[in-house]
């Protein structure tokens, strides 16, 4: 199985100022990534597939990069909105895994 | 619009099973797969299987084959998702979300559905 580990386990960051966040794959996942959010209470909603392409209705503040082994999620400028945690997902092998999460909360 | 409809918390006795559904509008229920995928307390998200809603083909994550059977009623645009031998370690919430197109990442998820195993 493929284990995905991501760091910083949390990031404390302000309003307007860039995030970067970090998943590593145990073996190459080729560009087999996904990126989802997840607030409180809610299910996980769909970032980035494929390591760097948004999803439907996704603001251009957030992209992907990386393929084999290393990906980022970088998010340009951080909203109020955009406090949660963040999961990476790898389709490269079976069984699917993801990754811990990464929380990013307000400093 | 897409929607994923789940059914409501369940509690359950160790050894016992649980079904849960997952209804679906808002597309062709039998052109996308749908997966399942739980969340245990302090765990991170754990896939545990899919199936093709239209030949209803299945796949199991190898730590649940045998105890976790995945079914759907085309009739009802309704994925099920049966888990038994229940145990505490089973507690968590359990997720379906739409496969995005036949790639294996999810682009629609339901609500949830807590389990919880308790004696």
């Known amino acids: 199985e493929i284990v995905l580990t991501q760091s910083p386990a949390t990031l404390s960051l302000s309003p307007g100022e860039r995030a970067t966040l970090s998943c590593r794959a145990s073996?190459?996942?080729?560009?087999?990534l996904a990126w989802y959010q997840q607030k409180p209470g809610q299910a996980p909603r769909l970032l980035i597939y494929?390591?760097?392409n948004r999803a439907t209705g996704i603001p251009a503040r957030f992209s992907g990069s990386g393929s084999g082994t290393d990906f980022t999620l970088t998010i340009s400028s951080l909203e109020p909105e955009d406090f949660a945690v963040y999961f990476c997902q790898q389709r490269s092998n079976w069984p699917y895994s993801f990754g811990q999460g990464t929380k990013l909360e307000i400093k | 619009q897409v929607q994923l409809v789940q059914s409501g918390a369940e509690v359950k006795k160790p050894g016992a099973s649980v079904k849960v559904s997952c209804k679906a509008s808002?597309?062709?229920?039998?052109?996308?797969?749908m997966h399942w995928v739980r969340q245990a307390p302090g765990q991170r998200l754990e896939w545990m299987g899919w199936i093709n809603a239209g030949n209803g083909d299945t796949k199991y994550s190898q730590k649940f084959q045998g105890r976790v059977t995945i079914t759907r009623d085309t009739s009802a645009s309704t994925a099920y998702m049966d888990l038994s031998s229940l145990r505490s370690e089973d507690t968590a919430i359990y997720y379906c979300?739409?496969?995005?197109?036949?790639?294996?990442?999810?682009?629609?998820w339901g609500p949830g559905s807590v389990v919880t195993v308790s004696s």
């Open positions: 808002g597309y062709t229920f039998t052109s996308y797969a």
């Open positions: 494929d390591a760097s």
């Open positions: 073996q190459s996942v080729s560009n087999y």
């Open positions: 979300a739409r496969d995005r197109g036949g790639t294996g990442d999810f682009d629609y």
